[in-house]
């Protein structure tokens, strides 16, 4: 039974840069699309992108400019990286696998604050 | 981008009784190709994630009960949930994976009356 890990620093300065990373554990991660998706507190859910075998990403429009996620198949985690954060980005943020979302982490919450 | 809309926003249902959650797209989220629509419906309780229930419009997940059932095509659809237990309380979410960027609806809270 595949499944997600998230890891991040959980407070990050206004400005600066989040890196978050996805464990996958009981399933390789070739054959599938693996996204992040995000919630702010008391709020509803925001896709943030996708990623298929390294080399296909798909971003949300409203955030492309400031996101990249990538896969390191060698230790079997995918991540995300979001730039110049804003009290705005503060969300848990849940890695999935495929595009209806079958398996979630359970979330790890990042909080922008000075 | 494709809107999603769901009602109503919240909902009180008797234990026992059916509950009908509503969702709605701005655009088709049919596949000709697969004549299948690229919509699910993930139930989410207070400090967890969001759980898969139907995919497809209409394939329930493994595992979940079958008092849960979604329908509907293109643009309408539904998830219905026969017989309201107490554990059923919960926000549900409806997703569309036709095209990017994915979008969810603002979620439907329900709850026991």
């Known amino acids: 039974q595949v499944q997600l890990q998230e890891s991040g620093p959980g407070l990050v300065k206004p400005s600066e840069t989040v890196s978050l990373t996805c464990t996958i554990s009981?399933?390789?991660?070739?054959?599938?699309?693996w996204g992040w998706i995000r919630q702010p507190p008391g709020k509803g859910l925001e896709w943030i992108g996708y990623?298929?075998?390294?080399?296909?990403?798909h971003y949300n429009p409203s955030l492309k400019s400031r996101i990249t996620i990538s896969v390191d198949g060698s230790k079997n985690q995918f991540s995300l990286k979001l730039s110049d954060v804003t009290a705005a980005d503060t969300a848990v943020y849940y890695c999935?696998?495929?595009?209806?979302?079958?398996?979630w982490g359970r979330g790890t919450l990042v909080t922008v604050s000075s | 981008d494709i809107v999603m809309t769901q009602f109503p926003d919240s909902l009180a249902v008797s234990l026992g009784e059916r509950a009908t959650i509503n969702c709605r797209s701005s655009?088709?989220?049919?596949?000709?190709?697969?004549?299948?629509?690229?919509l699910a419906w993930f139930q989410q309780k207070p400090g967890q994630p969001p759980h898969l229930l139907i995919s497809?419009?209409?394939t329930r997940e493994s595992g979940v009960p079958d008092r849960f059932s979604g329908s509907g095509s293109g643009t309408d659809f539904t998830l219905s949930i026969s017989s309201l237990q107490a554990e059923d309380v919960a926000v549900y979410y409806c997703?569309?994976?036709?095209?990017?960027?994915?979008?969810f609806g603002q979620g439907t809270k329900l709850e026991i009356k």
């Open positions: 997703q569309q994976y036709y095209s990017t960027p994915y979008t």
């Open positions: 999935t696998r495929r595009g209806y979302n079958d398996v």
């Open positions: 655009q088709t989220v049919l596949s000709r190709s697969l004549n299948k629509s690229h």
């Open positions: 009981g399933g390789p991660i070739s054959d599938y699309y």
């Open positions: 990623i298929f075998l390294s080399d296909t990403t």
């Open positions: 497809w419009a209409s």
